[in-house]
């Protein structure tokens, strides 16, 4: 049962590459869902959980965070939803998420998007681990075409999310997020066309799920 995870620049496809992989394995994608059980976990919003799970946080964020989420009139009656004054929730965020993903992929079948699954995966022998990447000025209006923003704001926000992605990693993991020894396959969709990136990672998996038949 194969597991595909699937890290990505801002604008070079991730999503539509993994669809057509999940499509061609009969498999599982695995993206919001992850966050959606997360927040259920904890009984928050699951921006929230988006807000921590591919971005680092300072302290004084998550302060300033905790009380952006005040409803108008609650004021000094408010019970803070942490008695535990230690307690860190974006720390349990992260915690829950990194075992909602090897949950999913001990199930298998699945094409786990983001959220750092190739590094939470890492030492898992069976996860076949993709990177997709494009030049700037083709994710660029990629962007532009997707989400109908001017090309300044495209350019602003894939910056944006990809220092976040890489703080991430790093910040969590040590790694470089985009260090191609850290994966079995880089695609450049800028390049070539997303069904033919999606024939690579195929390919790939087809052959990693041969060598390990092999070696049984």
């Known amino acids: 049962m194969p597991v595909v995870t699937i890290s990505r620049q801002f604008g070079a496809g991730g ?6 992989v999940a499509t ?20 928050i919003n699951p921006s929230e959980v988006e807000a921590e799970t591919e971005r680092p946080r300072t302290m004084l964020e ?5 009380f952006s989420t005040l409803e108008p009139g609650i004021g000094a009656a408010w019970t803070p939803p942490y008695p535990d004054p230690f ?8 915690h829950l998420t990194e075992e909602m993903i090897r949950r999913t992929a001990a ?9 750092a699954a190739s590094y939470v995966l890492r030492d898992d022998p069976d ?9 700037e000025n083709v994710r660029v209006r990629n962007l532009v075409e997707r989400f109908g923003l001017s090309e300044a704001d495209a350019r602003r926000k894939m910056h944006e999310t990809d220092v976040n992605r890489a703080a991430y990693t790093k910040q969590l993991y040590g790694h470089e997020w985009c260090d191609p020894d850290e994966y079995d396959l880089i695609v450049n969709t800028g390049r070539i066309s997303y069904e033919t990136a999606a024939e690579m990672i195929l ?6 799920a041969g060598s390990v038949s092999a070696a049984g």
């Open 15 to 20: 999503s539509s590459v993994a669809a057509l």
């Open 24 to 43: 061609e394995l009969h498999a599982e994608i695995v993206d919001k869902k992850i966050v959606e059980d997360v927040a259920a976990r904890l009984q």
């Open 62 to 66: 998550r302060v300033v965070r905790s």
């Open 87 to 94: 307690y860190d929730p974006r720390a349990e965020i992260i």
């Open 107 to 115: 199930s298998g079948n699945v094409v786990i998007i983001g959220r």
């Open 127 to 135: 996860v076949f681990r993709v990177f997709l990447r494009a030049p």
């Open 203 to 208: 390919r790939g998996v087809k052959g990693r």
